[in-house]
């Protein structure tokens, strides 16, 4: 029903910057919900930040302040715009959607596949 496709993740030194897009495809005619992962310990998922069809946005403590999430409403892909990156943030970035697909009622919640963000010398 709906894919999603991460990208823009790659090898950067500390400090650096990285920005990731979540790119949906599918007939969405509703978008409720994004929401940026990142695989911590035990294959455990970590809010790094989220964005609702009504434009709130909500940051996870370690990405406030150096993250921003946005949102192509014309064309739907979603983007984190990663500042002074740290070690800390190296992991495996998930993206999450919920949407209405077609004509359908109930909303479709939907992951991609990840990408993979390291932050080192």
């Known amino acids: 029903q709906v894919q999603l496709v991460e990208s823009g993740g790659g090898v950067v030194p500390p400090g650096g910057s990285l920005r990731l897009s979540c790119q949906a495809s599918?007939?969405?005619?509703?978008?409720?919900?994004m929401a940026w992962y990142r695989q911590v310990l035990g294959n455990e998922l970590g809010l790094v930040a989220s964005?609702?069809?009504?434009?709130?946005?909500d940051y996870g403590d370690s990405a406030k302040g150096r993250f921003t999430i946005v949102r192509d409403t014309a064309k739907k892909p979603v983007h984190l715009q990663m500042h002074s990156l740290e070690s800390e943030d190296t992991g495996v970035y998930f993206c999450?959607?919920?949407?209405?697909?077609?004509?359908?009622?109930?909303?479709?919640?939907?992951w991609g596949q990840g990408t993979q963000v390291t932050v080192s010398l």
């Open positions: 964005i609702t069809g009504g434009g709130s946005i």
């Open positions: 599918g007939d969405i005619t509703s978008f409720f919900a």
């Open positions: 999450n959607v919920v949407v209405r697909v077609g004509t359908q009622t109930t909303p479709v919640r939907s």
